[in-house]
């Protein structure tokens, strides 16, 4: 299957090129196969007066994303926790907007990145764990128990969309990565355009609780939920193209991205039906 993103085409090609070096083409199953050779296969020589065998790259494998992506989840986890205890109420918010900021550098990094880096994407979890945990400790002090609510709810919905992926219910066909990726595009200008509004003391009413806001903050959800379909396909893929083991990194990086969103998402939305008791 051709793939349609094009960060992951990329990826592709780089993998390509490293088998071509001489590196070790995927066998059956994700297995690691024999080295490239341009002849029938022949046991590579080895011993005194022969080179090194050529190094050999294993191939990522769903388990590898799997075993990632709790990684970045756990380490997300520590950092939010963290900051929750450490960070006192007086430095919520400076934090709150720190961390937000470093970690939409460290994402743009990632995404646009042509290698896969692990130091990076250990970096992202961190800061954005500082990020959720600032968000969290902020809407609790309001609402008592919702986080635990919103966090119930988004690994609930990241389930049922990989049951719903798994079941073929919704295919991430070439149109739907595209309408889906300008969907996104769009939210994110609509956002980044209401932040600014917000910091000159204008309200859109895209984040006050009001019928516009529960209806964009529900937008916002679907699209996130949805987005999971994206990434499942691109590991998928990925496997499938033999991408090297280290790239599982990037795949993980793509759903924690997306629970992050799916949370804060969530979160915001309760908070509108919380009522001011």
Same mark, same amino acid.
């Given at each position: 299957?051709?793939?349609?993103?094009?960060?992951?085409?990329?990826l592709?090609?780089?993998?390509? $090129?490293?088998?071509?070096?001489?590196?070790?083409?995927?066998?059956?199953?994700?297995?690691?196969?024999?080295?490239?050779?341009?002849?029938?296969?022949?046991?590579?020589?080895?011993?005194?007066?022969?080179p090194?065998?050529?190094?050999?790259?294993?191939?990522?494998?769903?388990?590898? !994303?799997?075993v990632?992506?709790?990684?970045?989840?756990?380490?997300?986890?520590?950092?939010?926790?963290?900051? %929750?205890?450490?960070?006192?109420?007086?430095? !919520?918010?400076?934090? %709150?907007?720190?961390?937000? !900021? @470093?970690?939409?550098?460290?994402?743009?990094?990632?995404?646009?990145s $042509?290698?896969?880096?692990?130091?990076?994407?250990?970096?992202?979890? !961190?800061?954005e764990?500082?990020?959720?945990?600032? @968000?969290s400790?902020?809407f609790?002090?309001?609402?008592?128990?919702i986080?635990?609510?919103?966090?119930?709810?988004?690994?609930g919905?990241?389930?049922?969309?990989?049951?719903?992926?798994?079941?073929?219910?919704i295919?991430?066909t070439?149109?739907?990565?595209r309408?889906?990726?300008?969907?996104?595009?769009?939210?994110?200008?609509?956002?980044?355009?209401?932040?600014?509004?917000?910091?000159?003391?204008?309200?859109?009413?895209? $984040?006050?609780?009001?019928?516009?806001?529960?209806?964009?903050?529900?937008?916002?959800i679907?699209?996130a939920?949805?987005?999971?379909?994206?990434?499942?396909?691109?590991?998928?893929?990925?496997?499938?193209?033999?991408?090297?083991?280290?790239?599982? %990194?990037?795949?993980?990086?793509?759903?924690?991205?997306?629970?992050? %969103?799916?949370y804060?998402?969530?979160? $915001?939305?309760l908070s509108?039906?919380?009522?001011?008791d």
């Amino acid at each position: 299957m051709k793939t349609t993103n094009p960060v992951l085409a990329r990826l592709g090609q780089a993998a390509e $090129r490293e088998r071509a070096a001489g590196y070790a083409q995927p066998g059956p199953y994700g297995q690691p196969g024999y080295p490239q050779q341009s002849a029938p296969y022949q046991q590579y020589p080895t011993g005194a007066g022969y080179p090194a065998a050529p190094p050999t790259v294993t191939p990522m494998t769903l388990d590898d !994303v799997v075993v990632k992506t709790v990684t970045l989840l756990a380490i997300l986890g520590a950092s939010a926790a963290a900051a %929750w205890i450490l960070v006192p109420d007086a430095l !919520v918010g400076v934090a %709150w907007i720190g961390a937000a !900021v @470093v970690g939409l550098a460290l994402g743009l990094i990632i995404s646009f990145s $042509r290698m896969a880096n692990p130091a990076l994407v250990v970096a992202y979890s !961190v800061v954005e764990g500082v990020f959720v945990g600032m @968000v969290s400790k902020a809407f609790n002090s309001l609402y008592d128990g919702i986080v635990l609510q919103a966090v119930v709810a988004s690994f609930g919905v990241f389930f049922l969309m990989a049951m719903i992926y798994k079941a073929r219910i919704i295919r991430a066909t070439p149109k739907f990565a595209r309408i889906m990726v300008s969907i996104m595009v769009g939210l994110f200008a609509v956002m980044l355009i209401n932040l600014v509004f917000a910091l000159f003391g204008v309200n859109t009413g895209l $984040r006050d609780g009001s019928p516009l806001a529960i209806g964009f903050s529900l937008v916002c959800i679907v699209v996130a939920s949805l987005s999971f379909v994206l990434n499942f396909a691109d590991i998928e893929n990925g496997v499938r193209m033999g991408l090297p083991q280290r790239y599982s %990194w990037t795949a993980a990086f793509g759903i924690v991205v997306g629970l992050v %969103w799916l949370y804060i998402e969530i979160l $915001r939305l309760l908070s509108y039906f919380q009522g001011d008791d």
